[in-house]
């Protein structure tokens, strides 16, 4: 039964803890109080709050049924016991002694068989989830992509896509439909489009983070499906739109994912090449400083400040691809002008991949390729395309006249 009214809850109870968070969360405090979201919030969470409760509520009366009839019985042995010993030692059929013994045999045994059952409730209660979780790691595996053993070695010279097609879980139109793309070392490619045309499904099958349903991508001409996927990954800098604000050490969240050093230098290198060290030398502890407000000590970064950090912990791996999506969007063009030069600087070790809807800084790009559903519409160099009266030259008009 406390299984049952643990899965009749645990969908609402997530949903609670979720809306907890975000209504106390001081990143979105003042959203939550400037737009009198309040009144909400504590409305649904007392709802899935009661909601949780009256379930386990009404299943008490039959937990108190089961209760009161094991006791009963149980009681109704006991009481029998001692009066058959009574009687038995009232009559002379048992010696005094003999029924004094008895007594102390029934509570040792009383007792030790209570530990037994209790046991095996707690064991048959522990095996129902244990055979739930068995049968999640089964449904798991069967739904994980089947990667192969091969490895990829530096350098990555080579990435293609050979009519790639990948198509989402329950979707019925592919997110990347046919797509085929030579990138080579040295190159810096820009991928520009509209919201959801695709852009960033490509890089996910670029990295191998997703495995193409039909086609191929190649690193080196090794097949991503027959790889493992560790190797890929090492040699993988990705800042993606949304990325993780670590409540660790500004050192840390920028390190995160490498070897620990005691050397601070290529720290300070990608510190200083997203044209962050004036904010860091500002903090209390420096590198040092904790960046999470929500612990004593710690502190907090602006959300441009906090995207440069993204964008030096993705140099900072010094990978064979760097896939940069929406690197800048809350950087001040200072900081923006000053991580594209970076890009451009070290696009020579490594293949550069950048998502942006500021169509400006795909000038530095060597090839520009414009998706629209899943499908490359048209590519080519910055100056060609502006001047071609396609999608590219309208929304570059359109982004101008702003």
């Not at 039964?1 to 899965?7: A, T």
């Not at 068989?113 to 989830?129: I, N, P």
Request: hydrophobic share 45%; with cysteine; charged share 25%.
């Amino acid at each position: 039964m406390d299984r049952e009214i643990h899965f009749a809850n645990i969908a609402d109870r997530n949903v609670r803890g979720m809306m907890r968070w975000w209504a106390t969360s001081p990143k979105f405090a003042d959203e939550v109080r400037a737009n009198s979201m309040t009144g909400y919030l504590l409305h649904w969470y007392r709802t899935l709050s009661l909601r949780a409760d009256a379930r386990t509520l009404a299943a008490a009366p039959r937990t108190l049924r089961i209760a009161l009839l094991t006791s009963a019985c149980g009681g109704v042995f006991l009481v029998g016991t001692w009066v058959a010993l009574y009687w038995l030692s009232a009559t002379g059929r048992v010696p005094l002694a003999d029924a004094a013994t008895a007594v102390v045999a029934v509570q040792t045994t009383l007792g030790a068989l209570t530990q037994v059952v209790r046991s095996a409730g707690y064991v048959f209660h522990t095996s129902l989830y244990l055979g739930d979780m068995a049968d999640f790691f089964d449904e798991a595996a069967r739904r994980a992509p089947h990667r192969g053993t091969a490895r990829v070695h530096s350098p990555v010279e080579e990435v293609r896509l050979e009519d790639a097609v990948y198509r989402y879980p329950g979707k019925e139109r592919p997110a990347v439909d046919g797509v085929s793309l030579t990138l080579r070392r040295g190159q810096i490619l820009a991928l520009v489009g509209t919201n959801g045309s695709g852009k960033t499904t490509l890089t996910r099958l670029l990295a191998g983070i997703l495995l193409a349903d039909k086609g191929r991508v190649t690193w080196n001409g090794v097949d991503l499906a027959e790889t493992d996927a560790r190797s890929v990954w090492e040699r993988t800098g990705l800042v993606p739109q949304y990325f993780a604000q670590w409540p660790l050490r500004l050192r840390e969240n920028i390190t995160l994912g490498q070897p620990r050093t005691a050397d601070d230098g290529p720290v300070w290198d990608v510190v200083d090449a997203v044209a962050l060290r004036e904010a860091v030398e500002e903090l209390p502890a420096g590198l040092d400083t904790l960046l999470a407000r929500e612990i004593f000590s710690g502190v907090e970064l602006s959300g441009g400040q906090w995207q440069r950090v993204a964008c030096a912990r993705g140099l900072y791996r010094t990978p064979d691809l760097l896939i940069m999506d929406e690197p800048t969007s809350q950087v001040d063009p200072a900081g923006e002008h000053r991580i594209f030069e970076t890009l451009k600087a070290k696009a020579a070790d490594r293949i550069t991949i950048v998502v942006t809807h500021r169509l400006e800084n795909t000038r530095i790009a060597d090839h520009i390729i414009v998706m629209e559903e899943g499908r490359i519409t048209e590519q080519g160099r910055y100056d060609d395309l502006a001047h071609a009266g396609g999608t590219f030259a309208r929304l570059l008009a359109l982004s101008q006249d702003r």
